[in-house]
Nanobody, 121 residues
Framework: QVQLVESGGGLVQPGGSLRLSCAAS????????MGWYRQAPGKERELVAN???????NYADSVKGRFTISRDNAKNMVYLKMDSLKPEDTAVYYC???????????????WGQGTLVIVSR
């Protein structure tokens, strides 16, 4: 009923930049918080950044000053601009959204399939 599809991952050199995008589609009434998580090999999934429907943002300490989260409510999209990338940013990045589904009017958590970011020379 609801899909989150990420794009924009890839291979980038240390110090480089990437922009991830996530599009939500389906039977959506409204979207509350949206965010990005990541999971590196052998590690647990962790929050990278999130943003409320009103635009309030929150970042993990490890990415503050380097990553910027934004959203386009009209398009049901969320973005993550990643600058000054480091090898330790290598991970699968997942889009997350708290969505009120039309029909049942209940908020539920949804995840994308993930997009791989590799930071390496």
């Amino acid at each position: 009923q609801v899909q989150l599809v990420e794009s924009g991952g890839g291979l980038v050199q240390p110090g480089g930049s990437l922009r991830l995008s996530c599009a939500a589609s389906g039977n959506i009434f409204s979207i509350n918080a949206m965010g990005w998580y990541r999971q590196a090999p052998g590690k647990e999934r962790e929050l990278v950044a999130n943003i409320t429907s009103g635009g309030t943002t929150n970042y993990a300490d490890s990415v503050k000053g380097r990553f910027t989260i934004s959203r386009d409510n009209a398009k049901n999209m969320v973005y993550l601009k990643m600058d000054s990338l480091k090898p330790e940013d290598t991970a699968v990045y997942y889009c997350n959204a708290m969505i009120v589904v039309s029909g049942n009017w209940l908020e539920s958590e949804h995840w994308g399939q993930g997009t791989l970011v590799i930071v390496s020379r």
